[in-house]
């Protein structure tokens, strides 16, 4: 299978923290990898990168064969409508209905009709389980509505490749399981590329491929589930069983 | 001792370099926004919209104080002129005065407070939510989403509002100087018109134009490059209309000479 999204030997640093240091990953077509990782561990700024939301210091992020870390801002524009981003918190439009939010994508697109784009924002709040709550504002979203919507927003225009920032934290369990089968499933079905970060393993189990665990810049470890649940590497481990040692208290 | 010298110094350079640099980047987002304005179809729901908040909106604090400017100082040179016996002289320099410095200065002082703090609010907020990398993770270009239809609608409103400024400011000078104070209408009206020239509107509009983009640009800009936490919008609201008002100020004493030679031919 073809790689629709390679990236290699990528290093960043914030304030002088370095945060990525050489991180080497790749994502087959219609495959589902969940990327793990402690808590402040360079997650969300990975997927930023992906999207070309930051640039590098050094190494490169291939998508579809484009050199994404050599494009401009604006040059970048048409690719990242190829790629779906469900933000950490959200990030919904706060001046615009939910209705207008899951439009976005589509009218910026062009090609829709208005009714397309109305059928479409139907659909996708069907899907995401919130009938009905078009004419609504952000704000008057509970936090997990606002990460379905949101979610709803990021695959609405069917991109090859979706990032997803902890798309289950914060929703109740129930809901946190219809979401990780509607990734499953939207994947599935649209043949999306999934990249999931999650801190969830009862989640990563059920979404991935593959795991790959980030690791103090780099990608410490990578396999299937049942690779990884085997797997007696002492920082694997740590990790999947949720075992925290003294040292990693948080004081 | 000499120590304490070197960290004024240091500091003052600091300052300097600081403010050299963001009138550098301001620079460059003005012309970001030009460009942007001819590469990508204007967005007329939000230009509208802008329109409705800065034109539509703006008004009933604009004319008030319009009103109240032309009022006062209409009264205050009546003081004066009595003196010597020019009260017909009244309306010629409340209208010349108002057209040339207080209307524009006034109104866009009060845009920047209103509609400059607003943009920077919004737009550093938006930035705050990861609102803006939502745009651009949409393939938006946040300069040109944001930044394009507030610049216009500030260009296109401010003149228009910087004229009804001048209308209102020279209608109520008029109130207070000729049924208030007892000088003669039909000199005040002669006067008025007489030494009020098209130059002298002319220039006021021009500069209510010139001082739109001053605020626009500024506070997209800090809009754009905030203070990070809800303390740090707090913060980049008042900076951008501290740094406009003061802006208004300053570039006001230059186009004055500037606009006055266009104008007037150096006269
Ligand atoms: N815009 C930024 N400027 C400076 N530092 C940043 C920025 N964004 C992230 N960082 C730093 O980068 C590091 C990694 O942050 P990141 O948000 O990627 O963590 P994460 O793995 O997503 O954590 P979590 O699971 O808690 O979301 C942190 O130390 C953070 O302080
Ligand atoms: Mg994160």
Redesign the interface.
């Given at each position: 299978m073809s790689n629709i999204l390679e990236i290699r030997n990528l290093h960043k640093s914030l304030n002088d923290n370095p945060v990525l240091q050489g991180v080497n990953l790749s994502v087959s077509a219609g495959e589902n990898l969940v990327i793990i990782g402690r808590s402040g561990g360079g997650k969300s700024v990975l997927l930023r990168h992906i999207m070309g939301l930051m640039q590098p210091d050094s190494g490169e992020v291939i998508f579809k064969g484009i050199n994404m870390s050599a494009l401009d801002e604006e040059a970048l524009n048409p690719h990242r409508r190829e790629i779906g981003m469900l933000f950490q918190n959200g990030a919904l439009f706060d001046s615009l209905s939910v209705e207008e939010n899951l439009a976005f994508p589509l009218r910026e697109r062009g090609g829709f009709g208005e009714k397309e784009i109305s059928d479409r924002v139907d659909e996708a709040l069907e899907i995401v389980d919130l009938p009905g709550q078009q004419k609504k504002m952000p704000a008057e979203l509970s936090g997990g509505m606002k990460k379905r919507v949101a979610l709803a927003r990021a695959v609405i225009s069917r991109p090859e490749l979706m990032l997803y920032d902890e798309p289950t934290t914060g929703l109740d369990p129930i809901v946190a399981d219809s979401i990780n089968k509607l990734i499953v499933r939207l994947g599935d079905r649209l043949n999306m590329s999934n990249i999931v970060v999650t801190h969830d393993m009862v989640s990563a189990y059920h979404i991935a491929d593959r795991i790959a665990q980030l690791h103090e810049g780099k990608i410490y470890y990578e396999g299937s589930p049942g690779e990884i649940q085997a797997n007696q590497d002492p920082v694997v481990q740590k990790f999947v069983k949720g075992i925290s040692e003294p040292q990693d208290a948080i004081v | 001792m000499t120590e304490a010298v070197e960290n004024v110094f240091a500091a003052i350079g600091r300052w300097l370099i600081g403010g050299i640099r963001s009138a550098g980047a301001i620079t460059l987002l003005f012309l970001n926004i030009l460009r942007c304005m001819v590469k990508y179809p204007i967005r007329w729901r939000l230009f509208l919209q802008q329109m409705y908040f800065i034109g539509v909106k703006s008004q009933v604090v604009v004319l008030t104080t319009g009103a109240f400017v032309g009022a006062v100082f209409a009264a205050q040179i009546h003081f004066q002129f009595i003196k010597f016996g020019m009260q017909s002289a009244v309306g010629a320099t409340v209208s010349v005065a108002m057209c040339r410095e207080l209307g524009p200065v006034f109104c866009c002082l009060l845009l920047a407070g209103r509609v400059g703090a607003a943009m920077a609010a919004?737009i550093s907020s938006?930035k705050n939510?990861?609102?803006i990398?939502?745009l651009?993770?949409?393939?938006?270009?946040p300069v040109e989403y944001l930044g394009v239809p507030r610049f216009l609608a500030m260009l296109v409103s401010t003149p228009v509002l910087t004229g009804l400024v001048l209308i209102v400011g020279i209608a109520c000078g008029y109130l207070v100087a000729v049924p208030i104070l007892g000088v003669d209408s039909a000199y005040y009206w002669d006067n008025t018109i007489k030494y009020t020239a098209v130059s002298d509107v002319l220039i006021g509009l021009t500069k209510g134009f010139l001082f739109s983009m001053i605020i626009a640009v500024i506070s997209c800009y800090k809009g754009f490059n905030p203070e990070l936490g809800t303390a740090g919008v707090g913060r980049t609201t008042t900076e951008a209309v501290v740094i406009s008002s003061l802006a208004i100020l300053i570039s006001d004493f230059f186009f004055t000479f500037i606009l006055n030679s266009l104008f007037l031919g150096g006269a």
């Amino acid at each position: 299978m073809s790689n629709i999204l390679e990236i290699r030997n990528l290093h960043k640093s914030l304030n002088d923290n370095p945060v990525l240091q050489g991180v080497n990953l790749s994502v087959s077509a219609g495959e589902n990898l969940v990327i793990i990782g402690r808590s402040g561990g360079g997650k969300s700024v990975l997927l930023r990168h992906i999207m070309g939301l930051m640039q590098p210091d050094s190494g490169e992020v291939i998508f579809k064969g484009i050199n994404m870390s050599a494009l401009d801002e604006e040059a970048l524009n048409p690719h990242r409508r190829e790629i779906g981003m469900l933000f950490q918190n959200g990030a919904l439009f706060d001046s615009l209905s939910v209705e207008e939010n899951l439009a976005f994508p589509l009218r910026e697109r062009g090609g829709f009709g208005e009714k397309e784009i109305s059928d479409r924002v139907d659909e996708a709040l069907e899907i995401v389980d919130l009938p009905g709550q078009q004419k609504k504002m952000p704000a008057e979203l509970s936090g997990g509505m606002k990460k379905r919507v949101a979610l709803a927003r990021a695959v609405i225009s069917r991109p090859e490749l979706m990032l997803y920032d902890e798309p289950t934290t914060g929703l109740d369990p129930i809901v946190a399981d219809s979401i990780n089968k509607l990734i499953v499933r939207l994947g599935d079905r649209l043949n999306m590329s999934n990249i999931v970060v999650t801190h969830d393993m009862v989640s990563a189990y059920h979404i991935a491929d593959r795991i790959a665990q980030l690791h103090e810049g780099k990608i410490y470890y990578e396999g299937s589930p049942g690779e990884i649940q085997a797997n007696q590497d002492p920082v694997v481990q740590k990790f999947v069983k949720g075992i925290s040692e003294p040292q990693d208290a948080i004081v | 001792m000499t120590e304490a010298v070197e960290n004024v110094f240091a500091a003052i350079g600091r300052w300097l370099i600081g403010g050299i640099r963001s009138a550098g980047a301001i620079t460059l987002l003005f012309l970001n926004i030009l460009r942007c304005m001819v590469k990508y179809p204007i967005r007329w729901r939000l230009f509208l919209q802008q329109m409705y908040f800065i034109g539509v909106k703006s008004q009933v604090v604009v004319l008030t104080t319009g009103a109240f400017v032309g009022a006062v100082f209409a009264a205050q040179i009546h003081f004066q002129f009595i003196k010597f016996g020019m009260q017909s002289a009244v309306g010629a320099t409340v209208s010349v005065a108002m057209c040339r410095e207080l209307g524009p200065v006034f109104c866009c002082l009060l845009l920047a407070g209103r509609v400059g703090a607003a943009m920077a609010a919004e737009i550093s907020s938006m930035k705050n939510t990861e609102q803006i990398d939502a745009l651009r993770a949409m393939g938006v270009y946040p300069v040109e989403y944001l930044g394009v239809p507030r610049f216009l609608a500030m260009l296109v409103s401010t003149p228009v509002l910087t004229g009804l400024v001048l209308i209102v400011g020279i209608a109520c000078g008029y109130l207070v100087a000729v049924p208030i104070l007892g000088v003669d209408s039909a000199y005040y009206w002669d006067n008025t018109i007489k030494y009020t020239a098209v130059s002298d509107v002319l220039i006021g509009l021009t500069k209510g134009f010139l001082f739109s983009m001053i605020i626009a640009v500024i506070s997209c800009y800090k809009g754009f490059n905030p203070e990070l936490g809800t303390a740090g919008v707090g913060r980049t609201t008042t900076e951008a209309v501290v740094i406009s008002s003061l802006a208004i100020l300053i570039s006001d004493f230059f186009f004055t000479f500037i606009l006055n030679s266009l104008f007037l031919g150096g006269a």
